[in-house]
T-cell receptor, first 110, second 113 residues
């Protein structure tokens, strides 16, 4: 793989903010995706970053630093339904098909 | 409705009995992929295709075959399934545009006894 690293598991409290980090090898970087996946279901698209900076979409934001090979997904005002796995996927070189990290399992508790 | 359709959704079978998991998309996407997902290992790419008659190996292709005879279909073939291929499988498709994400099917849970 392309050494895409994410924490395995995180826990947070309903209503709080959580940041899920993703690091990757920078060589040939060509875009980064975040997906949400509930247990036993298909991944669903959350965000895409290809330039440095923050992309905001409602309660979810995603940040990218290309020079550092680093991205994070920020979830605000956490709800119980946000309990899921969050997958970081990086596109490298000329490929339009990204490689996935192992995912971060987020548990939101009351 | 734009979708990726996989069949079957669930299958229990025995070692050595050839099986095919079908995948069809109705979005006219060029790119299609197969992944397997195992606990602690995330989504690992098996094979991908960038267009009709163009396929290539992903990270874990051993024991699998694919074909892309039509743009909409990308079947996954297990010629002689073994227990280590027990897994959750996802098919995905995407267009060639840079910021367009992959669309995933609902998954196929295979159990090889």
């Amino acid at each position: 793989g392309q050494n895409i690293d994410q924490p395995t598991e995180m826990t947070a409290t309903e209503g709080a903010i959580v940041q899920i980090n993703c690091t990757y090898q920078t060589s040939g970087f060509n875009g980064l995706f975040w997906y949400q996946q509930h247990a036993g279901e298909a991944p669903t698209f959350l965000s895409y970053n290809v330039l440095d900076g923050l992309e905001e979409k409602g309660r979810f934001s995603s940040f990218l630093s290309r020079s550092k090979g680093y991205s994070y997904l920020l979830l605000k005002e956490l709800q119980m339904k946000d309990s899921a796995s969050y997958l970081c996927a990086v596109r490298l070189g000329g490929s339009y098909i990204p490689t996935f990290g192992r995912g971060t399992s987020l548990i939101v508790h009351p | 409705e734009a979708q990726v359709t996989q069949n079957p959704r669930y299958l229990i079978t025995v070692t050595g009995k050839k099986l095919t998991v079908t995948c069809s998309q109705n979005m006219n996407h060029e790119y299609m992929s197969w992944y397997r997902q195992d606990p602690g290992l995330g989504l690992r790419q098996i094979y991908y295709s960038m267009n009709v008659e163009v396929t290539d190996k992903g990270d874990v292709p051993e024991g699998y075959k694919v074909s892309r005879k039509e743009k909409r279909n990308f079947p996954l073939i297990l010629e002689s399934p073994s227990p280590n291929q027990t897994s959750l499988y996802f098919c995905a498709s995407s267009s060639g545009s840079g910021n367009q994400p992959q669309h995933f099917g609902d998954g196929t849970r295979l159990s090889i006894l």
